[in-house]
């Protein structure tokens, strides 16, 4: 059983910080393309930020400069680092992955349950 839990959210005035983690854990061989979604009020979920399966980082255009994805792949966790917030920030953030669960056995699509963040100006 693979599970994804994100932590980090809150509430933080515009200008601020926040950093979001994703805890993977179950039965794992691999993960792959982990990421960050985001959906907004009355939004589609959008990509925020994630790796390629080939480990290259991309981010949407409305958050380069200010957030960083990066991975601690010993902990099996994802984490986003948000600054310079704005209000238009403001959503509900998901964590994603393909996940392997072990040698040979093709990957799978996990989400985890979400962790809200907003922006207040």
């Known amino acids: 059983q693979v599970q994804l839990v994100e932590s980090g959210g809150g509430l933080v005035q515009a200008g601020g910080s926040l950093r979001l983690s994703c805890a993977v854990s179950?039965?794992?061989?691999?993960?792959?393309?982990p990421g960050w979604y985001r959906q907004g009020p009355g939004n589609k979920r959008e990509l925020v930020a994630g790796?390629?399966?080939?480990?290259?980082?991309n981010y949407a255009d409305a958050v380069q400069g200010r957030f960083t994805i990066f991975r601690d792949n010993a902990k099996n966790t994802v984490y986003m680092q948000m600054k310079s917030l704005k209000p238009e920030d403001t959503g509900v953030y998901y964590c994603?992955?393909?996940?392997?669960?072990?040698?040979?056995?093709?990957?799978?699509?996990?989400w985890g349950q979400g962790t809200q963040v907003t922006v207040s100006s």
């Open positions: 179950g039965s794992i061989f691999s993960i792959f393309a």
């Open positions: 790796f390629t399966r080939s480990g290259v980082t």
């Open positions: 994603r992955a393909d996940i392997g669960p072990r040698s040979g056995w093709h990957p799978a699509e996990y």
